[in-house]
């Protein structure tokens, strides 16, 4: 099968484009996530097009310093993979924006583009600009986050969002648009452009014989990860038979909660992070897909499992109010109250006829969104901004 990555473009009509990204890690990294998945899938489909792209970020333990990933020139900088949160992403930073000055009198770039999660990048320069904000998550670091990490990220953020103001700036969903522009951003300065999916890797398949609810994603307390043993025991009070719950993902804060949960309780299988192929097999089986988040900029796991055919059940937060359409391809609920999501899930589990409906139209929402559509967004950007 031909994956929407493979499909090809020529350079664009007004010449190619030097790209210099920076981010806090790379898309190889062990902590990477759906920000920089939107870089791969952005980058990469650049590079494909005849820019010459180019990423600056931190460093990776057990990666080269210098590589090439489809045409990307990846350059690692720093020692922060060797130290604990939050001082690997401080020293990240750092590194990477005094490195900036040497690569970019390099290769002389065009554009910089900045992936601003969540601390500012400490950098001056006449080249064009560009940043990109995938969630603010000024008013939750408190709730989700130990001191010193939610003192640091509040006053970091606040900082970044104060700082790319005047600057063209993309946000991932009506969410984060309304966030920035809230917070002094101007609304023409602010593009709105969404993750996208590849419709050619997720496709509906074979549904589980049994109930089985998917978790699948970073194991943090600002993904509500730490919620869902509670969500699972409510089900099992509510649901008149055995539900299993899967949930997957990389290492994370809430990891030894949930690892130790799964152990006790039968029906309740913890993964891991997991393979694409188990990953796909993991949302194809699901009857129900949960996103109990605090915070979200978009949701990307949800439209993922969308593409499966699979619904979702998430919070009533910013993102994913944009993610799911709630009562079409999903249910939004109260994610602190465990009890009151849990009737939600068991309102899909329960009714089969409600969740074949549903099924279905979250399937064709999942089908309006690629990255090839993301791509010619923001190079359109790009190409604007250079002129």
């Known amino acids: 099968m031909t994956t929407e990555r493979e499909t090809t473009h020529g350079a664009s009509d007004s010449g190619d484009l030097t790209v210099l990204a920076l981010n806090k890690r790379s898309w190889c990294h062990s902590k990477a996530g759906g920000s920089e998945l939107n870089l791969e899938e952005s980058l990469k489909r650049l590079a494909e097009r005849g820019h010459d792209v180019h990423l600056l970020t931190g460093s990776d333990e057990g990666r080269n310093p210098v590589e090439e990933d489809d045409s990307v020139s ?33 290769v002389s770039p065009d554009i910089v583009y900045t992936v601003n999660t969540p601390l500012p990048w400490l950098i001056v320069t006449r080249r064009p600009r560009v940043g990109i904000f995938h969630h603010i998550a000024i008013d939750s670091f408190f709730e989700t986050h130990p001191f010193p990490q939610n003192l640091l990220g509040y006053v970091s953020q606040w900082v970044g969002v104060l700082r790319e103001r005047g600057n063209p700036t993309v946000s991932v969903s009506p969410s984060t648009t309304r966030e920035l522009v809230s917070r002094g951003h101007e609304s023409q300065n602010v593009h709105e452009i969404r993750n996208g999916l590849d419709l050619g890797t997720y496709s509906p398949g074979e549904t589980s014989p049994v109930p089985r609810v998917l978790y699948v994603g970073g194991l943090e307390r600002y993904k509500g990860v730490d919620r869902i043993p509670e969500i699972h025991q409510s089900l099992t009070e509510i649901f008149d038979s055995t539900v299993h719950i899967d949930v997957a993902g990389r290492d994370g804060p809430v990891k030894e ?20 192929e188990k990953k796909i097999d993991l949302l194809q089986s699901a009857w129900v897909f949960i996103a109990p988040s605090r915070v979200e900029g978009w949701g990307i796991a949800v439209l993922e499992a969308n593409a499966c055919g699979t619904p979702a059940v998430g919070s009533d937060v910013n993102g994913l109010r944009d993610s799911i359409r709630d009562g079409e391809t999903g249910l939004l609920a109260d994610g602190a109250n465990s009890t009151k999501f849990a009737e939600c899930v068991d309102e899909l589990l329960s009714n089969e006829q409600k969740r074949e409906s549903f099924e279905v139209e979250a399937r064709s929402w999942a089908e309006q969104h690629s990255w090839e559509q993301t791509v010619d967004q923001l190079e359109e950007l790009f190409e604007s901004v250079s002129s």
């Open 74 to 106: 990846i350059r690692r900088v720093g020692f922060d993979d060797r130290l604990p949160a939050p001082w690997d992403v401080v020293l990240s930073y750092l590194t990477v924006s005094l490195y900036f000055y040497v690569y970019s009198f390099r």
């Open 257 to 276: 909660e949930i690892e130790t949960y799964c152990a006790q309780v039968e029906f309740a299988h913890f993964h891991g992070f997991v393979s694409m």
